[in-house]
């Protein structure tokens, strides 16, 4: 039976980019945002997530639901898959690498090599949306 981890995910977008994390001892990049707590919301977890390895706060009355994308989980075990409902939204605050995360990148498809078969998923929905480049 294959497993499937459940993760929140944050679209935010500069200049034809997405913003993406590295944590501490990985190699590739992925999506900032993380697994909810027992009885949250998307939203509660989103934002707890994003404060956690960003250090800044999303907007709530900004969340908007991007999609649902599925893809290889990086570094587990084949038949591991990993889903990521992803947002857009808005922060106040100073972007910063905070908790595991120990890089900040903004990519696009050229950046192919460095990221996670997961967020190539995303990133290819939006190439589709003409988001990024």
Same mark, same amino acid.
């Given at each position: 039976? @294959?497993?499937?981890?459940?993760?929140?995910?944050? *679209?935010?977008?500069?200049?034809?980019?997405?913003?993406?994390?590295?944590?501490?001892?990985?190699?590739? *990049?992925?999506?900032?945002?993380?697994?909810?707590?027992?009885?949250?919301?998307?939203?509660?977890?989103?934002?707890? @997530?994003?404060?956690?390895?960003?250090?800044?706060?999303?907007?709530?009355?900004?969340?908007?639901?991007?999609?649902?994308?599925?893809?290889?989980?990086?570094?587990?075990? @084949?038949?591991?898959?990993?889903?990521?409902?992803?947002? *857009?939204?808005?922060?106040?605050?100073?972007?910063?690498?905070?908790?595991?995360?120990?890089?900040?990148?903004?990519?696009?498809?050229?950046?192919?090599?460095?990221?996670?078969?997961?967020?190539?998923?995303?990133?290819?929905?939006?190439?589709?949306?003409?988001?990024?480049?």
């Amino acid at each position: 039976m @294959e497993k499937v981890i459940d993760k929140l995910a944050w *679209f935010t977008l500069r200049d034809g980019k997405l913003l993406t994390v590295r944590s501490v001892g990985k190699t590739l *990049f992925y999506l900032p945002g993380g697994k909810r707590e027992a009885g949250e919301t998307d939203e509660q977890a989103l934002i707890r @997530e994003i404060k956690e390895e960003l250090s800044v706060d999303l907007v709530p009355s900004s969340l908007q639901y991007a999609g649902t994308f599925v893809g290889p989980a990086d570094g587990k075990a @084949e038949g591991i898959s990993v889903q990521l409902t992803c947002y *857009f939204g808005d922060y106040t605050g100073e972007l910063q690498a905070d908790a595991e995360i120990e890089e900040l990148a903004y990519v696009d498809m050229q950046d192919e090599a460095r990221c996670s078969a997961a967020l190539l998923v995303a990133m290819a929905w939006l190439k589709e949306q003409a988001l990024i480049q």
